[in-house]
């Protein structure tokens, strides 16, 4: 166990709805990134937040978007759900920015119908 | 050319073998080298992680980067059935901020 956790597991959404996925992070973590991972690939960064700020984004449209709040945690919304937005969603936390280890949370897995 | 490329597969290897992991990079300024497990329908795991030239060694694993050759390995020791899995190459750029770039992963099939 990582000490990271998202809520929820799995999610069904319609094309068109928008969605709300949380992560904590690991004690001592001021850094949560995000990762889609489609079936069969490795995980494609959407963005990073440190300190409460966006600090670095992946090639993914603005209805990609996120928070980070004052005890770390953080949320990814996604607007105008797409069918292949439906992928693994993973966060990951670390210790600071650069250079240091990432761990992962269980990933929320989202269906979009 | 993908940023970082491993070697296809799936692999399969006898229990207790040495299983054999690659992975090469595009990215002359990337810093920090990372080998995670995946196991189906689960998270990444972190199992490996090395920043400078030469072998660093954890139990049954072994990281091996050669900067200048743009190459990071994983080898797995005495494999087991339990490590059949997928493994992720994932490298850091040391840019501002921490982004990983994964590989495409390698299936690891370790039978008895």
């Known amino acids: 166990e990582t000490g990271v956790t998202q809520s929820p597991t799995h999610l069904i959404k319609t094309r068109g709805q928008q969605v709300t996925l949380r992560c904590s992070s690991q004690?001592?973590?001021?850094?949560v990134s995000w990762y889609q991972q489609a079936l069969g690939q490795g995980p494609q960064f959407i963005f990073q937040?440190?300190?409460?700020?966006?600090?670095g984004r992946g090639n993914f449209p603005p209805r990609f978007s996120g928070l980070q709040f004052p005890n770390y945690s953080s949320e990814l919304n996604v607007n105008a759900l797409e069918l292949d937005d439906s992928a693994l969603y993973l966060c990951?936390?670390?210790?600071?920015?650069?250079?240091?280890?990432?761990?992962f949370g269980q990933g929320t897995r989202l269906t979009v119908v | 050319q993908k940023e970082v490329e491993q070697n296809s597969g799936p692999l399969s290897v006898p229990e207790g073998a040495i299983a054999s992991l690659n992975c090469t990079y595009s990215?002359?300024?990337?810093?920090?080298f990372f080998w995670y497990r995946q196991y189906s329908g689960k998270s990444p795991e972190l199992i490996m992680s090395?920043?400078?030239?030469g072998d660093k060694e954890d139990g049954r694993f072994t990281a091996q980067l050669n900067k200048a050759s743009q190459y990071v390995s994983l080898l797995i020791r005495d494999s087991q059935p339990s490590d059949s899995a997928t493994y992720l190459c994932?490298?850091?750029?040391?840019?501002?901020?921490?982004?990983?770039?994964f590989g495409q992963g390698t299936i690891l099939t370790v039978h008895p």
């Open positions: 990951a936390s670390s210790r600071g920015q650069v250079n240091t280890e990432a761990f």
């Open positions: 004690s001592g973590h001021n850094t």
């Open positions: 937040y440190y300190r409460e700020e966006e600090n």
């Open positions: 990215d002359r300024g990337s810093q920090s």
């Open positions: 090395i920043y400078s030239n």
């Open positions: 994932a490298i850091a750029d040391g840019t501002s901020y921490g982004k990983l770039t």
